[in-house]
């Protein structure tokens, strides 16, 4: 009987630290410990950050090894997020892996954190064929990404300016709704009507995307209605969002359908933080009809960070043989 190839994976690029063991490619624990500190700074802040990953840690990866009832000692390698994310968030994980890698001698994989959000279509059935195009959207990064295989991808285009999470949470935070700001918006925005209000969209060559300008819209469109009623924005919260959100979902698919007819590619699928707003969701299914796609979308659970995500990509990194040095050092600004 084949040996089981057991592999643990920490993820710990941004606020939740999570850890997860992988089974021969299927997922058999993903712990997460979302740090709540934050809420009452209205954003992350790295400093904290980084002292609640030290401290939660050792714990969730105890539990994951628990739940999947594995021992370190079955472990064939550990897999971390080497970036893209906040140096000391990335710092804690990294240490983390390379030290229990050494300490249990085993192999250390370093995994790109924009590369496992699209891997996590491959955590749970249907799965994508390749090759397929990826949408991947978070407050960090908006990419367009042609998927040959598991560990062949090419960026088509990208944000040259602000990510669409970030315009989603800095939108929110001029609403004076509560941090985290884009659920908030998708809440409000599915009682509001979508086109009560129209915010421009930035129009940028090939690919590329652009999202500051529309920010700026609604900073301006703000100003001017408040000072003609100060209770504009609690009387039309609901549609201030809708309209926004509207705004924000309706760049991402004229760019997305514009690279699947480039490229004649009908399988297309979403990934990262903004993967999860119920706008985009029923609008990429929506358009996926009208243009005969095949659409993969995430559970939930696996939009946010999670390190399941990342042990999907160390399951496929591990049977290509891809490991790491003890030299190796988190990045920041890790390229896809």
Known sequence: MPENIALLAIESSCDDTSASVIINGEVKSNIVSTQLIHKKYGGVVPELASRAHQQYILPVVDAALKEAKVTKNELKAVGFTRGPGLLGSLLVGT???????????IPLIEVNHMQAHILAHFIDE???????????????HTQLVLVKSHLDMEVLGETQDDAVGEAFDKGAKMLGLNYPGGPMIDKHAAKGNPLAYEFPISEMKGLSFSFSGVKTALRYFLEKKVKENANFIDENIDDICASYQYTLVKTLLQKLKKATRKHKIKHVAIAGGVA?????RNTLQETGEKEKWEVFIPKFEYCTDNAAMIAVSTYYKFLAKEFTEQSVSPLPRYKL
Do not use: H, R, Y
């Open 95 to 105: 240490s983390f892996a390379k030290g229990f890698a050494l300490a249990n001698k």
């Open 126 to 140: 249907p799965k994508p064929q390749f090759p397929f195009i990826c949408l991947t959207v978070s407050g960090g």
């Open 276 to 280: 999860a707003n119920s706008g985009l």
